[in-house]
């Protein structure tokens, strides 16, 4: 599964462009799954123009209320009504510009199940955390929150994306081998829960996904997918990490 996050980029114009580009660059690429999560206010246009294609859409981000006096959020609903599949949900850089805690992600994750919207759960540490070696404590942190939540079967609905903070819109991604230890982590810790759901759910990898370390990375027994954010910006850059996750 490969994933486009465009984060706060587009305009009609040049969306449109995009679009139209994946649509004929994976017409015939029939064996991933295929998205791009877009700014609220151009899901009509990724409606209009994926619909009917092996492509779907979703967004960044919703509220964990069904509605509300929140100046500015997005319901779950207001996602439904625009058939997204997806929403990406506690993405790090929503955990530290808007403050999102595990909770608040937590609840937005049942929500989004709740409603029918598959929630991308990201979950990874920073830089910080990294260096200071706790990285497996702050995903299983993360990870606990949810699944204390909506327990296993609930998390079974959603896909995760471990996303190493530190490598988002860096260039440097983690290595393949320091990402599939990562991913096996976070299954191995859902396995002590439910062995059934840990084996099929899908784990994507996010932070710095490129052209040149897609198919490395893709290879790893425990990374499902990629989460991207600079290269689904670029048609033939997407085009190609997905073609190689099909
Ligand atoms: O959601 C996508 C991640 O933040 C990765 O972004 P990036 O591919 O620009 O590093």
Not at 32 to 42: E, M, Q
Not at 153 to 174: N, Q
Request: glycine share 10%; with cysteine.
């Amino acid at each position: 599964m490969v994933v486009g996050n465009w984060k706060m980029y587009g305009n009609l114009a040049w969306n449109k462009t995009l679009l139209e580009s994946l649509v004929e660059g994976l017409r015939d690429y029939r064996n991933a799954d295929y998205a791009v999560c877009v700014p609220t206010p151009y899901l009509f246009q990724a409606q209009a123009v994926l619909a009917g294609s092996n492509i779907a859409w979703g967004g960044q981000n919703m509220h964990q209320f069904e509605g509300g006096a929140f100046t500015g959020s997005v319901a779950p609903h207001m996602l439904v009504d625009f058939g997204c599949s997806y929403v990406i949900i506690g993405h790090s850089e929503r955990r530290e510009l808007c403050y999102e805690s595990d909770p608040v992600v937590a609840a937005k994750f049942e929500v989004a199940v709740k409603v029918g919207i598959k929630p991308i759960f990201c979950l990874g540490e920073t830089r910080e955390e990294y260096e200071a070696g706790i990285t497996e404590e702050v995903v299983a942190r993360q990870l606990d929150a949810v699944l204390s939540r909506v327990g296993p079967d609930g998390l079974a609905e959603g896909v995760l994306a471990y996303e190493p903070v530190w490598a988002i819109g860096t260039g440097r991604g983690a290595s393949p081998a320091q990402a599939q230890a990562v991913h096996a982590f976070i299954r191995e810790r859902i396995a002590e829960q439910d062995f059934e759901v840990a084996s099929h759910i899908k784990i994507l990898h996010g932070g710095s996904v490129r052209v040149a370390n897609a198919a490395q990375l893709l290879s790893m027994p425990d990374i499902d997918g990629a989460l991207v954010g600079n290269a689904s910006l670029v048609a033939d850059q997407f085009i190609a990490i997905c073609r190689a996750a099909n």
